[in-house]
């Protein structure tokens, strides 16, 4: 009987320490893809609206649902004022901006932002 137990113990131990491992892990590859994400937002943001974006929040969906990462923040001087951005972190690109409608209205024009 004790046996039993110390292997079911032993057991769950395992399992844990598997779970926890593999959480970590996890964390370190949306770190990882929040690292490459953010710049070319922050430049995005600089380039369409000419702001200057500030990130306080992101959340990276995994790839079995969709390759994407919100990125939520406000501009500069409108610290009051949600902005979330909407990024690909398979295409490297920014997918959608969303905002109040004084900031979303002041984007620049497709003819008018430079060519990277």
């Given at each position: 009987?004790?046996?039993?137990?110390?292997?079911?113990?032993?057991?769950?131990?395992?399992?844990?320490?598997?779970?926890?491992?593999?959480?970590?892990?996890?964390?370190?590859?949306?770190?990882?893809?929040?690292?490459?994400?953010?710049?070319?937002?922050v430049?995005?943001i600089?380039?369409?609206?000419?702001?200057?974006?500030?990130?306080?929040?992101?959340?990276?969906?995994?790839?079995?649902?969709?390759?994407?990462i919100?990125?939520?923040?406000?501009?500069?001087?409108?610290?009051?004022?949600?902005?979330?951005?909407?990024?690909?972190?398979?295409?490297?690109?920014?997918?959608?901006?969303?905002?109040?409608?004084?900031?979303?209205?002041?984007?620049?024009?497709?003819?008018?932002?430079?060519?990277?």
């Amino acid at each position: 009987m004790k046996k039993a137990i110390i292997i079911i113990l032993s057991f769950i131990t395992i399992i844990a320490i598997l779970v926890g491992g593999c959480s970590i892990v996890s964390n370190v590859k949306k770190k990882e893809k929040m690292e490459i994400a953010l710049p070319i937002s922050v430049k995005y943001i600089k380039e369409h609206y000419n702001a200057d974006f500030v990130m306080t929040d992101y959340d990276v969906l995994p790839d079995y649902i969709h390759s994407i990462i919100f990125i939520d923040g406000y501009i500069k001087g409108h610290e009051d004022e949600h902005i979330s951005i909407t990024y690909n972190y398979k295409k490297y690109e920014v997918i959608n901006v969303l905002g109040p409608g004084w900031f979303i209205d002041s984007e620049i024009a497709a003819k008018e932002v430079p060519s990277p």
